[in-house]
């Protein structure tokens, strides 16, 4: 009798004595198949059962040459991949494992743009982000592939990245809201001052030891240095972060941020998912926004592109750029009119910032029998703060009467004497207000000089 032999199916007797017969493959839950052995009804169920089922990963020990998996493995392998980080490392291995599994056994030199296109689609559709991550590891696998031999081309270049935008920053008034429900003695709080007053990213934050407190600063080893390099930071302690760390709580004496067991506590961001949504905030106020909050800060406060770096361990200052773009705009355009406002610049009286080129108000006659320091009648007539030099002197009394112009002014240039007024005159005159005999409340074009004279002595 012929034996018919079959991949996956499995029979037994039961307790009746009935044989039973079931295709079951790895990982999978069993098929039952009716009818007698090679008949039309058993092949259509074990048909039908194969097709359903996902084809099995392939073993490390029969790999098909030139398939993914054999290219993926020896990248893995390369010297590429061996100078990335060691998060970087775990996070393409992460990438690339259900890739290998779906389509490890196909050959890599068979693999069509179509083809690649549609892998990183089916991704994207629900999961944008992993989509440019898987993008990136398959283009570097891919380059790998072309070092190698195995093709001509990279069928993953020239395919567009899902924009994905970018972290919301925390605003004060929301930095405020959580603080208000999670006072200082809770690990919530404790979580939030870590990420908001050292500026730096969740997994950095787990790491924090207690010993590496030295001096009122922290030390900070951070994740992205490159291999081979140590990115060690020494992050001053802010007197809130202070306070934060001393009401605690303390669990365990090695980490300074750790779980209810004194274990240190990985998962940060869904730490601070939980706690966001228990104090009332919006889904988009992430552990990353903390981060941002604190660099906004610093950019409110005048900080300097570099001294914001020195913080957070950027290397790149564009990068500092894009974490600061959405520092508040209404205290930074305040800040020089906040300045100007307190200086003694004729356009700002009565302390409004009334800039000069838009000051286009007229007062009219002085009062009536109002004169200046030489005896000459006040007139009102032009613009206040227009900033020419006929300006007239503001009125007594006004917030602006006391100012002093501070630009300098020259001595008119010397001149032949043809008549008149002698050239030396003038010339007195100029030395005589340098050197702080006289000061003028208005500028000396807006009085004749004949008048001048005479108000002198002359």
């Known amino acids: 009798m012929a034996r018919i032999k079959l991949r996956y199916v499995n029979e037994y007797r039961d307790r009746h004595g009935k044989i039973r017969r079931y295709v079951r493959l ?66 393409y291995r992460w990438a690339l494992k259900p890739i290998v599994e779906a389509h490890g056994h196909r050959l890599v030199r068979d693999l069509p743009k179509s083809a690649a296109r549609n892998i990183i689609e089916a991704i994207g559709a629900s999961r944008p982000g992993m989509a440019n991550l898987t993008l990136a590891v398959l283009s570097n696998v891919m380059a790998y592939a072309i070092a190698t031999g195995v093709r001509a081309d990279n069928p993953f270049t020239g395919l567009e990245r899902y924009r994905l935008g970018t972290y919301h920053t925390w605003t004060d008034a929301e930095l405020a809201q959580y603080e208000r429900r999670w006072p200082l003695g809770t690990r919530e709080r404790l979580a939030f001052a870590l990420l908001l007053y050292t500026t730096q990213r969740s997994g950095d934050v787990v790491k924090m030891m207690r010993n590496d407190i030295v001096n009122g600063c922290i ?36 980490h300074v941020l750790t779980n209810e067991r004194g274990q240190p506590l990985r998962k940060l961001t869904k730490f601070i998912e939980r706690a966001v949504q228990a104090a009332g905030l919006p889904p988009h106020c992430v552990a990353h926004g903390l981060r941002k909050a604190g660099l906004r800060r610093l950019a409110e406060h005048g900080s300097t592109t570099r001294e914001i770096a020195a913080m957070s361990g950027h290397r790149s200052l564009t990068e500092i750029e894009r974490y600061t773009a959405r520092a508040d705009q209404a205290r930074l355009a305040g800040r020089p009119a906040h300045l100007a406002r307190q200086s003694s610049y004729p356009g700002f009286a009565g302390g409004s910032p009334a800039w000069p080129h838009c000051a286009a108000q007229s007062h009219g006659p002085a009062h009536p029998g109002e004169r200046d320091q030489f005896g000459l009648p006040r007139h ?41 007024v002698h050239p030396s005159a003038t010339s007195r005159l100029s030395r005589r207000r340098r050197h702080g005999h006289i000061k003028l409340h208005a500028p000396a074009a807006a009085v004749t000089l004949p008048a001048l004279l005479a108000a002198h002595g002359q």
Not at 380 to 401: E, F, K, N
């Open 219 to 254: 030390r900070v080893s951070q994740d992205k240095a490159r291999k081979g390099t140590s990115n060690e930071l020494m992050i001053p302690i802010h007197p809130a972060l202070a306070r934060a760390l001393k009401a605690g709580p303390v669990v365990g004496m090695q």
């Open 26 to 91: 790895p990982g999978s839950r069993g098929v039952p198949l009716p009818g007698l052995v090679g008949s039309v009804e058993f092949m259509a169920a074990y048909q039908a059962a194969m097709a359903t089922v996902a084809p099995p990963p392939p073993s490390s020990k029969h790999v098909i040459h030139g398939s993914l998996a054999e290219i993926a493995a020896g990248y893995f392998r390369s010297a590429a991949f061996a100078n990335l980080s060691e998060t970087s490392q775990q996070l």
């Open 380 to 420: 009102r007539h032009l613009p206040v703060g227009c900033g020419d030099r006929d300006r007239p002197a503001p009125r007594a009394g006004s917030a602006s009467h006391h100012w002093q112009d501070p630009r300098p002014r020259r001595a008119p240039p010397r001149r032949r004497h043809r008549g008149g």
